[in-house]
């Protein structure tokens, strides 16, 4: 049996489709030589994939109690009381404890608190995996509100058909290294993350705004809207 697989690799890894292939394979295998068997009785991983995923840790999955009366602003807060010094996130060109991770998501709370929006109100967010996207997320639920993430390599025409779906005003942060996109939507505000949190910086300065507190009164529940994706 002989055959080639096309496959994209801005999705899949080659890692991935050859594990596929090797599934496929072994279920081929069983099937010839046991043509009566039931494939959904087949397993899918053979005794070495076994001991592979048990020594990656991926076989016995130790269960953790969790909070299920807490929002993600709630357990993010209680990691922060834990460990402030702790590396919480990091990229290629910096990386922040958890201390700083809150201090600067609070500044983005503030910042959208100030422009009053409605509870649960989508904010979108269009920047790479970094520090300064994880702070604009975190900042977005601190709000009350709810981010709309952004692939970057998601066309124009796609981003405005889903911005003029949702419903009045909105504002869309952008990251430090991405090109604003090619459209004219006046209902749609983009603003560099890294604005937002000089503005709060700026204040802060001037003695404008007081930096304890919550930073809104609208504080997110564990049945509140976090996020929407658009598939």
């Not at 991926?58 to 109690?65: F, M, N």
């Not at 300064?132 to 390599?153: C, E, R, S, W």
Request: with cysteine.
């Amino acid at each position: 049996l002989q055959g080639d697989v096309v496959f994209s690799t801005d999705l899949y890894a080659p890692e991935t489709i050859e594990n596929m292939l090797a599934v496929f394979s072994n279920v081929l295998g069983r099937c010839l030589w046991e043509p009566t068997v039931a494939i959904t009785s087949l397993p899918l991983s053979t005794d070495a994939d076994h001991v592979k995923l048990d020594q990656m840790g991926l076989i016995q999955i130790e269960e953790t109690a969790y909070p299920r009366d807490s929002s993600i602003v709630d357990v993010f807060r209680q990691q922060v009381s834990a460990f402030p010094s702790r590396i919480a996130v990091k990229d290629s060109l910096e990386q922040m404890t958890y201390a700083q991770l809150d201090k600067a998501s609070d500044a983005i709370a503030k910042w959208l608190h100030k422009r009053s929006f409605a509870p649960e109100s989508l904010v979108g967010v269009f920047a790479k995996r970094c520090c300064q996207t994880i702070v604009a997320l975190l900042g977005i639920l601190k709000a009350g509100l709810a981010y709309l993430p952004f692939d970057i390599m998601i066309p124009t025409k796609r981003i405005e058909a889903i911005l003029s779906s949702l419903p009045g005003r909105g504002i869309i942060f952008l990251g430090a290294d991405v090109q604003l996109p090619d459209m004219t939507l006046n209902q749609v505000e983009f603003v560099r993350i890294s604005k937002a949190l000089g503005e709060q910086v700026d204040e802060l300065a001037d003695g404008q705004l007081s930096c304890r507190g919550p930073a809104t009164t609208v504080e997110p529940s564990a049945t509140s809207l976090a996020y929407v994706m658009f598939t």
